[in-house]
């Protein structure tokens, strides 16, 4: 399978602990993307990547969350001292070049339950 | 600030009827794009419309992208069970977005055997 792969699928966690999920991207793909989407909405920006570099963060995201592409490749999103406001659907996309008229690829999204 | 506006938000038809949803903004984008996203799954892209007045067919759907690249609308032709998905419109490369896709709420469809 060559599409945009995110683990873990679903995440239950405490209040207060932290949380990691992973994307591996399309390879080749340069630019690697990360948004959140809650019941009923649709996705909302988060940040993204262009190789290594963070381009641009959303202001929804806070000093908790963090996210990482250390080689360009792979990405992961933490979120530190969980609040049961963070549930939610976190999807990853990827895509070749600048998306304007070009296609982005979504993954099938981490859940994570806030308990 | 949302910049993308869908209606109707629900629609529950039965099958065989037709449908559009609309997807309206105040901005202009540089292109739009239409996914169909299953409960659990990430969004599926359906199609990228990039020229204003641009017609695009997919077997059933018929995706128009209005003249001026702010608004966009999903025509389905005898839907059937299998349509039955939340169906959203995203736009690229607009005034504020930028970089990133800016997402509507969504459209939730469904569709009765």
């Known amino acids: 399978d060559t599409g945009v792969s995110q683990n873990p699928r679903h995440k239950i966690t405490k209040r207060g602990q932290n949380v990691t999920f992973r994307c591996d991207p399309i390879?080749?793909?340069?630019?690697l993307y990360w948004y959140r989407q809650t019941l009923g909405q649709g996705p909302e920006f988060l940040t993204y990547?262009?190789?290594?570099?963070?381009?641009?963060k959303s202001r929804l995201l806070s000093d908790r969350f963090s996210a990482e592409r250390p080689k360009g490749s792979f990405s992961t999103l933490e979120i530190q001292r969980t609040e049961q406001g963070d549930s939610a659907m976190y999807l990853c996309?990827?895509?070749?070049?600048?998306?304007?008229?070009?296609?982005?690829?979504f993954g099938e999204g981490s859940w994570l339950t806030v308990v | 600030t949302q910049l993308l506006e869908q209606s109707p938000q629900f629609l529950s038809i039965q099958e065989g009827e037709n449908l559009t949803v609309y997807c309206n903004s105040s901005?202009?984008?540089?292109?739009l794009q239409w996914y169909r996203q299953e409960p659990g799954e990430g969004p599926v892209l359906l199609v990228t419309?990039?020229?204003?007045?641009e017609v695009k067919k997919l077997k059933r759907l018929t995706f128009q992208f209005g003249d001026a690249r702010k608004d966009s609308s999903l025509h389905i032709t005898a839907a059937q069970p299998g349509d039955t998905g939340l169906y959203l419109c995203?736009?690229?490369?607009?005034?504020?977005?930028?970089?990133?896709?800016?997402f509507g709420e969504g459209t939730q469809l469904t569709v009765n055997p």
């Open positions: 419309v990039v020229t204003g007045g």
């Open positions: 990547f262009q190789n290594e570099a963070q381009l641009e």
């Open positions: 996309a990827s895509s070749p070049s600048p998306i304007s008229g070009n296609t982005i690829y």
């Open positions: 995203a736009g690229a490369g607009g005034e504020t977005s930028g970089s990133r896709l800016t």
């Open positions: 390879s080749e793909h340069n630019r």
């Open positions: 901005s202009v984008f540089s292109s």
